[in-house]
């Protein structure tokens, strides 16, 4: 069965310093990878996504992730944080040798950047 | 505009009261979905459809029904059987294919009073 952990509840980063975000995955086959963010009250605004090709992928708002097969993760990365990007941050994954498999949420992190 | 609508964005409800969420979408997305999220939690999913006039059970569908009668619309419906309905629902699509993002509404607040 496929599954996408957060181990991390809470990631707190000052202004201007990198930002990570983990996740790791599990599945069967070829997993295709996903990040959201949600801010409060609203609905998910997608990020960026891993189907195939490099391994660095690039998306909204200055951030990338990088897929590592051999970990299987999936970690989110920003060079320099944004106070605005505080928010709630969730992969997800799918198993990509079938369009009927489902996508699976990680519980989220919560990005906090302080001035 | 294109997106996925819902509607209302809050909505109260009396105990042993059913209530429907309304979704439309017009992204000509063959796929919807159905999640639930509680406060600090993860989402759960409750139901999709890939196609018209077909839809399955996700995880926590007991309590909750659905339909599926046209392309763009995907309306959710909390039961009175529903024991903890108060929660954030989230309205989401996709074009079919496992590779294709999916694209969530603004959600909608359900509270039971």
């Known amino acids: 069965a496929q599954s996408v952990a957060q181990p991390e509840d809470q990631v707190n980063v000052a202004e201007g310093n990198p930002l990570t975000v983990k996740c790791t995955y599990s599945?069967?086959?070829?997993?295709?990878l996903f990040w959201y963010v949600q801010y409060p009250n609203r609905g998910l605004q997608f990020l960026l996504k891993?189907?195939?090709?490099?391994?660095l992928v690039k998306g909204s708002y200055g951030f990338e992730a990088e897929f590592n097969k051999s970990q299987t993760s999936f970690h989110l990365k920003k060079p320099s944080a944004l106070v605005s990007d505080s928010a709630l941050y969730f992969c997800?994954?799918?198993?990509?040798?079938?369009?009927?498999?489902?996508?699976?949420f990680g519980s989220g992190t919560r990005l906090s950047i302080r001035p | 505009d294109g997106g996925i609508t819902q509607s209302p964005k809050y909505l109260f409800r009396k105990e042993g009261q059913n209530v429907t969420l309304s979704c439309e979408q017009n992204?000509?997305?063959?796929?919807m979905y159905w999640y639930r999220q509680d406060p600090g939690q993860g989402l759960r999913l409750i139901y999709y459809?890939?196609?018209?006039?077909?839809?399955q059970k996700g995880d926590i569908a007991e309590g909750y029904s659905v339909s599926r009668e046209k392309k763009e619309s995907f309306p959710l419906t909390v039961t009175s059987a529903q024991k903890n309905p108060t929660a954030f629902y989230l309205c989401?699509?996709?074009?079919?294919?496992?590779?294709?993002?999916?694209?969530f509404g603004e959600g909608s607040w359900l509270t039971v009073v």
């Open positions: 989401a699509s996709s074009p079919s294919g496992s590779g294709n993002t999916i694209y």
């Open positions: 599945v069967s086959g070829n997993p295709y």
């Open positions: 891993y189907i195939t090709g490099d391994n």
């Open positions: 997800a994954v799918r198993e990509g040798y079938s369009s009927a498999s489902k996508i699976i």
């Open positions: 992204l000509n997305h063959d796929a």
């Open positions: 459809s890939q196609i018209v006039n077909d839809f």
